[in-house]
C-alpha cells in the first residue's frame, strides 16, 4: 500500500511559477512509476507528466512540455513537478499518481494505469 500527500497548490498570476510536491509513504518508493494529473472542472482528468522508476526517464504531455518539469528525490520518497510560466488554462486539481514499476522502457501516462493516487492539491491562475 502507498499513500501519497501533494502539497504547494495555490494562487499564482499568470506567468508565474510553483513547485508541487508529492510525499510517499513506504519503503520502496524507488521501484514505483510516478505520475503528476491534472483535472479542470467539468474536464477529464488529464496526463501532465511522468517519472519511471529507473534509468531516470521522464515523459511529459506535449501542452506541457519545456513549461513542466518532473523530477524525484529517492532518498525522501518525493516527486515533484516544477511549473513554470503558468497560465490560465493550467487552473486545475493537480493529483500525484503511483504505480509499481514494470519495464525499463515504459512509462505509464493513463490515468487507468496508475493503481495509487493522492488527493490532490489545487492550483489557481489568475490573469
Known amino acids: 500500500q502507498v499513500q501519497l500527500v501533494e502539497s504547494g497548490g495555490g494562487l499564482v498570476q499568470a506567468g508565474g511559477s510553483l513547485r508541487l510536491s508529492c510525499a510517499a509513504s513506504?519503503?520502496?518508493?524507488?521501484?514505483?512509476?510516478m505520475g503528476w494529473f491534472r483535472q479542470a472542472p467539468g474536464k477529464e482528468r488529464e496526463f501532465v507528466a511522468a517519472?519511471?522508476?529507473?534509468?531516470?526517464?521522464?515523459y511529459y504531455s506535449d501542452s506541457m512540455k519545456g513549461r513542466f518539469t518532473i523530477s524525484r528525490d529517492n532518498a525522501k520518497n518525493t516527486v515533484y513537478l516544477q511549473m513554470n510560466s503558468l497560465k490560465p488554462e493550467d487552473t486545475a486539481v493537480y493529483y500525484c499518481?503511483?504505480?509499481?514499476?514494470?519495464?525499463?522502457?515504459?512509462?505509464?501516462?493513463?490515468?487507468?494505469?496508475?493503481?495509487?493516487w493522492g488527493q490532490g492539491t489545487q492550483v489557481t491562475v489568475s490573469s
Open positions: 517519472a519511471s522508476w529507473s534509468r531516470s526517464n521522464t
Open positions: 499518481a503511483a504505480v509499481l514499476g514494470g519495464s525499463h522502457y515504459y512509462i505509464p501516462s493513463e490515468s487507468y494505469e496508475y493503481k495509487y
Open positions: 513506504g519503503r520502496t518508493f524507488s521501484s514505483y512509476n
